[in-house]
């Protein structure tokens, strides 16, 4: 009823012009805009929002800020761990504590120095009641082995599951050729890890009692994890990887299991030869859920559960570096039945994704200086 | 090994700019060139591959011609049946009998007036020795009801299945508000249906012996489906619609199943107001196995088996109208697991695909003049 003068318009143009093939399918209602909260941040990499509404942003550089949804960005937070800043190393996630109201507790992963090189750290610290400094930093977590010939693939997401628990994805520092560590389990390279948030390990973790076996390893065969999310329901931690030439990889943890790498891949290797045995799966290894070829380059992740977008509920949202996109699935269950890009007109690398408490989403540019955009609905 | 050189460019890079997050992701190989094999059709709509390797093609407003893969495009042939070309109407798909060799049938849907409005035919015919005319022609179904009001969604495409079996998609003739019309057995609309080779009714069509049940029909609940295809390894018809605004859908064929039109939907209608129940399932209606949002608006689709392309072999490629692409997605067993859209950069609506005897991918644009284009690998 309410389409009768669309419909009399589309077939009256359809009577005009018989020979075109019409679709009547006019363009898709844009539904969101996107506002610039700030263009004064340097190469952030991950947002995390507070209980009050407002954001800590890291910066890779090696700078953690305050960030108010107006726009208001604080001075550099005092007590942040010194970083390695090169390659792909730096200043890398942020996590809240869900109780922070209470134990004002945040947790950061970067990359390191140390004996042998560099790696992956997690430490957990207060953030003061002025918001200005972090006191009583611990280091929680040191990836080993460390690797003195490689500035890339350090992760790192930090996943916090409200049960105790404390997830941390961790790359496998690019060697090449591909060697097997992120197959071997006594290492933390190429692995997503589950400590508790007294930084002990699980007795329960899969590999507790195997010999010679990390007991933090959770999943194994990663290649570069940069994105790994608290399903809202189900309780599963969904990851996303860098995959070689045509390889990103979505995939939904189980406890113990081996996502393949570098053993089989959707992906070739940067000069077009085979991954491994050149399979894309094989017996005792986990298929992803979803992959992309070509890549999408995938940085933070984030279910979306808020009533401001009502047609993206239950959706996952990717930000995508080289695709210079927000990559929105749905899901139905454990499969993705339908992916779109968002804010491809802009152009910009995007390394991580949040939804606020206001139920918009929050995206961090990968430029400097960067940009924390805020995704809108429109009426 | 073979990375090194690579490696050590990358290396530097980053050692030169530690604080930029350059990602080891070198820009995919481009390994395929788009051919233009003619510029010279008027709105084609369908090709269909002859054992000669040349090529049937339709034009919407009615011509059938003869297309080499040199490019050299024929007279019309005659015997073609007459088209009603208003709207989205005209001559179709085509298709040509596995057998065509001893038996020289080719298959043709169309839009034609008729008591009561136009409606979908599916027509054979002999194609003549010298390839120049139709001899023969019979007509071996008819939509029904006609409809006076409407020029569009007439579906439709054909599948042999080399069994003895005909389907053809046929599409909801566009009334709105929605009717249950697809929901209802007593029609062709919104329906795939299956007969023989001979035009009979298949005794085991599931809704053979259902009173007041048309028994042509082998699937119902669909909007405006324009490709189907035959899968290579497990003979299941796949099927792909043009959903509302947000709803197009792939579907693998059950037998007797409801796919849902116009009762759940992933899209909304044109206004943004929700379809049906404004659910995307419920009890007693398959779900599809992924759809778009926003839409492609599909055309025609084929599983791709041949080994000129590698990377791409049991990949299902769709023409996208809309989208303005050919869609690539990577499949495994019933679930979709990739998705990758080509050709954008041409800018052109796309409305049919298919492969080769030489296992290249033929397309064909939806423009008048049109082009069929060729998709060749390159070293």
Chains 1, 2 share one sequence.
Do not use: C
């Amino acid at each position: 009823m309410r389409l009768a003068p669309l419909i009399a318009v589309l077939v009256s143009l359809a009577a005009a012009a018989p020979a075109a093939a019409v679709e009547p399918t006019p363009r898709v209602r844009m539904d969101y805009r996107v506002e610039v909260v700030t263009s004064q941040v340097s190469t952030p990499w991950a947002i995390a929002f507070l209980p009050d509404g407002t954001m800590l942003v890291t910066e890779k550089g090696g700078t953690l800020r305050r960030l108010t949804r107006a726009g208001v960005l604080s001075a550099p937070i005092t007590g942040v761990p010194a970083v390695s800043t090169a390659g792909q190393g730096g200043l890398l996630d942020v996590a809240v504590h869900p109780n922070f109201s209470s134990n004002r507790f945040i947790y950061l992963t970067y990359s390191a120095a140390g004996t042998g090189g560099t790696g992956t750290v997690l430490a957990r610290a207060k953030l003061s009641a002025d918001f200005k400094s972090l006191t009583g930093r611990v280091t929680m977590f040191t990836q080993a082995p460390r690797y003195s010939n490689s500035s890339n693939h350090y992760g790192s997401r930090i996943v916090l599951d409200g049960q105790g628990y404390i997830y941390v994805s961790l790359g496998d520092r690019a060697q090449y050729p591909p060697t097997d560590t992120a197959q071997r389990l006594n290492n933390h390279v190429g692995k997503v890890i589950r400590i508790t948030e007294g930084a002990a390990l699980p007795p329960d973790n899969p590999f507790y009692n195997t010999p010679n076996a990390y007991r933090a390893n959770y999943t194994y065969g990663h290649r570069n994890p940069q994105g790994i999310a608290l399903h809202p329901t189900t309780g599963e931690i969904w990851e996303i990887e860098h995959g070689p030439l045509g390889g990103d990889e979505l995939n939904i943890l189980k406890p113990g299991a081996n996502y393949g790498w570098p053993v089989v891949s959707w992906g070739r290797n940067y000069d077009g030869t085979p991954v491994g045995t050149g399979q894309t799966s094989a017996p005792g290894m986990t298929a992803s859920i979803f992959h992309w070829d070509p890549v999408i380059a995938p940085g933070g992740m984030t279910f979306y559960t808020s009533n401001a977008f009502p047609r993206w509920k239950g959706n996952l949202f990717i930000a995508g570096l080289r695709s210079m996109a927000l990559v929105r699935l749905t899901l139905d269950g454990n499969r993705v039945v339908s992916e779109e890009r968002l804010l491809t007109e802009r152009g910009q690398r995007l390394r991580d994704v949040q939804v606020g408490p206001d139920g918009y989403l929050y995206v961090a540019t990968d430029a400097s200086p960067g940009q924390i955009l805020r995704v809108v609905p429109t009426p």
